[in-house]
């Protein structure tokens, strides 16, 4: 035995020294190891803790020192952030020739706002109600399950969807299909968003005006009130609606 070493390897003990020796695995190979003499930390080891591993000329265990937790996680962070970009650049090799296709044939105008009005449609804030112990946010999607009669409705953020919300999914997915239809018609249906985003409006106000509307009488604050992102699927709604009219004075 010389007293050269190899490179240190990372790896997570799985059984610590008892009466026997503990165990961990180096490039899938099972090693085990003592604490006399290698164990160069101060603190006991444990089960899955990740170890720095030195290896003596021989092959043999020469020295285990445990990685610091922060290390571990900025590895692990490194580690997804790898993954995601690889995900990320896979997922862009097959979206762009679609996002291509797509800004072809409806427009690169159109195609942002109708890609806007989704993730507004079912993330930003459309509206507050509030519950007593904080406000509670509901996107346009949440308000349509919302029953404001039904305090548990509330509370569990809308999830009673019926015939009229499915009825909003396919008019804010319209404009994607509308460039593919050869049917004359198909053009109106850059509309479909604005007309129902109308038609929205209105069935969420009369919910909430039948749930809070007495407590005007009652000088009681309206709990419900309208977030300014609702501006997001306002103007994008608008934008595709504008596209509408221009293609349908394209003869």
Known sequence: MNGQTSPRVRSKIV???DTSPGLLFVNG???QFTLDGIWKSPV???PNMTVDVDFDGAGAIAAITVVDSKEVAAQKLNEALGVAKVQGTRLATWLLPM????????GAVPLGAAVLLWISWFFFPAASVDAGGGRLSFSIWELLGVDFNNPA?????????????LLGILAIAAPFAAPFLRMAWAKYLNGAPLA??????MAIFVNEHRAFGDLAKMDVPNPFSWSAMIIVPLITTVVLGRAALKQSGNK
Do not use: E
């Open 196 to 201: 129902y985003f109308v038609i929205a409006l």
């Open 153 to 165: 409705s509330i509370a569990n953020g809308g999830g009673d969807h019926g015939l009229f919300s």
């Open 99 to 106: 996002l291509r296709t797509l800004a072809a044939r409806m």
């Open 15 to 17: 059984k610590i020294p």
């Open 29 to 31: 190979q099972p090693k």
């Open 44 to 46: 006991a080891p444990t």
